[in-house]
């Protein structure tokens, strides 16, 4: 259930993971963001972030993202880097 009082879980894979350090982290936010804006905050934090932003795909409670998509308070939000098969 969201509520302006549960921060996003913002999820980090491969390597998102290596730049920021973390895996997860829990984002506070008390209202919706729009993409632009969510990156805006990621890159505040994590400026290491800027090299992968133009590959990175947003996914929101584990379906990806369109340009459209506002991220709410309590949303999981994974960063979804290239996936190259083998």
């Not at 390597?15 to 209202?31: R, S, V």
């Not at 993409?35 to 409670?61: I, K």
Request: proline letters at 9%; one cysteine or more; aromatic letters at 10%.
């Amino acid at each position: 259930m969201n509520s302006i009082f549960t921060p996003m879980q913002i999820l980090f894979f491969a390597q998102l993971k290596d730049a920021t350090g973390y895996a997860a982290i829990e984002l506070p936010a008390t209202a919706p963001l729009r993409g632009d804006q969510l990156w805006s905050v990621l890159l505040e934090r994590f400026p290491a972030l800027a090299v992968h932003r133009t590959s990175v795909r947003l996914a929101c409670n584990q379906e990806y993202a369109g340009p459209k998509t506002l991220y709410c308070p309590g949303d999981e939000v994974a960063l979804i880097p290239p996936v190259s098969g083998g």
